[in-house]
């Protein structure tokens, strides 16, 4: 088993990177980075030039949230290690380019991963969608910030993206699923009068494709996507985890979207690849570029 390092014990390292990586055969957690959090059992340090020069290990998996992760993946890098990005991999699209130069000229891999598409439903949908012609498609995107980021006061601050944190989920699966290019045509963006990011956004893209995304949702949430084709509709319900062809349930079953991604990893490593897809954070930039600026109430946790 290959040694691991993970770096920003907090919510998703807790819930899905420790759980993946202690039921993975290809990995051992065998040292943590963290100011504050630590794994049971695992080797902790709180600075992460000390880990770097103390260990070898040679992979690092970064569960920081964007802004600060810039700094760590380049000195990763520049230490000769293997280096796998949460999503959204970047504060801005120029840093994650220049993290795979640096990958690249290292010779080591770099992986940015986007969970969302390895749902359930996400490579099925792919597969029906590669020869249909596409009429429409709709994102609904909408969950209750303070039930899912709670007191994660950075999802507000410049470069934590607001409602497009998970938002970058949905636009990680369309632009896997539809067999065409799509580009923004109109943004609305709803920020708080206290924040720096949007805590909603209504989006249009060419091809008849639109997207809803609220963070103000209470009671049930939804992460849905329609997409109508002239064979048929295809819907992915629970954030891509099942599948729907014209109502007909097509794939469902159990969550292996953090399993998944540390597979892949084990087999960029072993092949010396990297996989680094900027695709879906085009889409946010674009947003923030385009987007019409509409200020709404104030937000507190
Ligand atoms: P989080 O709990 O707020 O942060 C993760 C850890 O990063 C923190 O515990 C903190 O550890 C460290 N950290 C935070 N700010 C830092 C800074 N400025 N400098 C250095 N370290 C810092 O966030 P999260 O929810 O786990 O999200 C992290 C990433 O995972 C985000 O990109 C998010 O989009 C992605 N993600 C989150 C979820 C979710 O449900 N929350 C789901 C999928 C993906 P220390 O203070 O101990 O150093």
Redesign the pocket.
């Known amino acids: 088993m290959t040694p691991i390092c993970l ?10 990177h420790v759980p993946a990586i202690n039921a993975s055969d290809d990995w051992t957690l065998a040292a943590t ?5 630590t794994v049971e059992g695992v080797p902790a340090f ?1 600075d992460f030039d000390q880990m770097l020069s103390e260990t070898d290990i040679p992979v690092i998996s970064l ?7 810039y700094a ?1 993946a380049a000195k990763a890098i520049a230490a000769g290690r293997h280096v796998m990005l ?3 991999p970047g504060a801005t699209l120029a840093e994650v380019q220049a993290l795979a130069d640096m990958a690249q000229a290292a010779g080591v891999t770099l992986y940015t991963t986007w ?1 969302s598409r390895m749902a359930r439903g996400v490579a099925p949908a792919k597969a029906w969608l590669a020869d249909k012609q596409i009429t429409g498609a709709h994102i609904s995107w909408k969950e209750d910030v303070r039930r ?2 709670p007191g ?1 006061q ?1 999802v507000f601050e410049p470069g934590g ?1 607001g409602v497009f ?2 938002g ?2 949905a636009l990680s699966i369309i632009t896997a699923i539809l067999p065409m290019p799509i580009h923004l045509q109109k943004a609305d963006l709803m920020f708080p009068s206290n924040c720096d990011t949007p805590i909603a956004a209504q989006l249009q893209w060419t091809e008849n494709v639109t997207g809803d995304f609220d963070w103000r949702q209470e009671g049930p949430q939804s992460w849905d996507i329609t997409v109508k084709t002239k064979a048929g509709t295809l819907t992915l319900h629970d954030g891509g985890a099942r599948l729907l062809i014209d109502e007909a349930e097509v794939a469902a079953g159990e969550d292996r979207e953090y399993p998944a991604l540390y597979d892949r990893m084990a087999e960029l490593v072993k092949t010396g690849a990297s996989e680094v897809d900027v695709s879906p954070m085009i889409h946010v930039a674009d947003a923030l570029t385009l987007g019409k600026r509409v200020t709404v109430e104030a937000f507190h946790f």
């Open positions: 770096v920003g014990i907090g919510k998703i390292a807790v819930d899905q980075v963290s100011r504050a959090g709180t569960c920081l949230p964007p802004v600060p992760r760590y949460e999503k959204p969970h899912w980021h994660q950075w993206m944190d998970p970058s989920n």
